[in-house]
């Protein structure tokens, strides 16, 4: 399989990972709220505009204007497909690294938290990390005082491996979990 720029999805989960096209990106890295809302209205809401998500835009979109090719592997807005309702965001860092390794994040709005939507955005993520041949590691790293995040992922066999310094985030705490090749992935 190769990613692709179309939705990432578990049948029958109720949520879709949707790429944000690189005009949208852009507009939301040069913090224009109004271009972005005007290019993508049904997929941006007050919380993917705003401060919480707003240096996240900036760094993808200047990622993207250096490596094209990370486009389809970068953040992704996550939208509940029963309600059309854009609830967070999700997606990797970048395209696997030359260890195999893809590094994952995800946010979910407050007001859509405590209702699966983080869970269901890793089995998606962990899902595609799976079909990827060139993917042999995930990696998602989470501050230490992220009780939520970090109990989320221990129930996916994720082992923590070390801790890093993020500028915009302060210490985290860095897990990984080798992958597993799904069935229809390894027929491929």
């Known amino acids: 399989m190769t990613v692709t720029e179309l939705p990432w999805t578990l049948d029958g989960r109720g949520l879709q990972l949707i790429h944000v096209p690189s005009p949208v990106l852009n507009a939301l890295g040069d913090d224009d709220a109004t271009l972005a809302m005007e290019l993508a209205p049904e997929i941006l809401t007050p919380y993917l505009l705003g401060e919480e998500c707003q240096g996240l835009w900036r760094y993808r979109s200047k990622q993207i204007a250096e490596n094209p090719h990370d486009s389809a592997w970068i953040t992704?807005?996550?939208?509940?497909?029963r309600t059309s309702t854009p609830v967070g965001l999700a997606g990797f860092h970048g395209r696997p690294d030359a260890r195999g390794m893809v590094e994952m994040g995800y946010r979910i709005d407050p007001a859509f938290r405590r209702q699966g939507y983080a869970?269901?955005?890793?089995?998606i993520l962990l899902d595609v990390a799976s079909r990827e041949s060139d993917v042999h590691v995930v990696r998602a790293t989470i501050s230490p005082d992220n009780a939520a995040s970090?109990?989320?992922i221990s129930q996916y066999n994720f082992c923590e491996v070390g801790e890093q310094w993020d500028e915009e985030d302060g210490l985290e705490t860095i897990f990984e979990v080798s992958v597993s090749r799904s069935a229809e992935a390894a027929s491929d």
């Open 76 to 81: 992704r807005i996550a939208v509940d497909t």
């Open 119 to 123: 869970r269901t955005a890793l089995e």
């Open 150 to 152: 970090r109990n989320l």
